[in-house]
């Protein structure tokens, strides 16, 4: 595959580059705009750049929003309310159709590689079983990582503990947590402390929901943080949400970044998710209930943005657009200075690509693999201004999806009496 006059991130001039046997193998400034030629894809002096990362989602409860119960107070804890109503409804096929319809959605908005939570509070452990199945199926077309979530408490569960490390026996790839979930501190402390053991032993990632909850008093990263320091393994863990961060005064959090910094560890925020999730218990003023994304940014903390739910008990709306996922963030986060937007496709490419400990095999480069999406738009912040569709997404030198943008037409009556308004 050769694909002509593509723009690169952070590049001024048009390149040419080749695809083969699934790699990329030449890599070309161009002098000019060249015409397209038999066989070559003509970029049209659109984006090129590496396929959209979906860090953080639920794919085993994705698509069942009101089943068999909405959630009605917007709050988490309903959230895991009704879906410990809808888990024991999950079958195979069950699961199997939602992860397919989603991966697709997913597929069809640029995505890649996906980061899956799958509930293992559940004895039958029917979606653990069958994501790990379904993700060797579906390499082809995307890479998948399981983590084994136990969303119910991984010590307060009856028998999470045995749960989890079976899940890792099946195959899990990552480690879950929900520390601010367990009944009382100690506990919460005790099973950071167990994840990080847990990863030494079965040599996996670590993935925690850490401390999503508007409480000020929730410090579990700092156990995280310290415990992946203290073992040599901060690049393998990664914390999500962190949304008490919103709520640490500033004396705290300086203290804090200091370990953070140390640790070297990952941090995932869903700013759709937690602006709609968090601030439930107030009234006037309301949290926004993020993390400090641009304050970890900025401290050169490795941090990316993912969608976490699609239509499911925590958040029913969503549609696989990280791009609505990253204007929402970058809007909450007040991160709306011109270095921020020329970045911004950071924080659902490279920076998630290195939550998920894959960056060597991913970015356009000679000898990486022949992974690409196609944007509509010539730079992050024509991208991120225009909503700008994902034109074509390419894996191995083959084409997973194209899609022809929308076409407007304005009539004569109002072009003509726009043109009379402007002179
Ligand atoms: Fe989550």
Redesign the pocket.
Known sequence: MKIINARLRHKSELHTLTIENGVFTDIQEQGERLPAGDGQLDAQGKLLCAPFVEP?I?LDAALTAGEPNWNQSGTLFEGIERWSERKPMLTEQDVRQRVNQTVELLIQNGVQHIRT?VDITDPSLVGLRTLCAMRDELKEQVDIQVVAFPQEGMLSYPRGLALLEEALKIGADVIGGIPHFEYTREMGETSMKKVIELAIQYDRLVDV?CDEIDDPNSRFLEVLAAEALAHGIGPRVTA??TTAMGSYDNAYCSKLFRLLKRSGINFIS?PTESLHLQGRFDSYPKRRGLTRVKELNEAGINVCLAQ?SICDPWYSLGNGKLLRTLDFGLHICHMMGYRDFSHSLDLITDNGAKTLKMEERYGIAVGKPGNFILLDGTDDYSVLRNQGEVLMSVRHGRTLMQRTPSHVVMSTEAQNSLCEDAA
């Open positions: 953080h639920h939570h929901h999500s949400h869903c976490d």
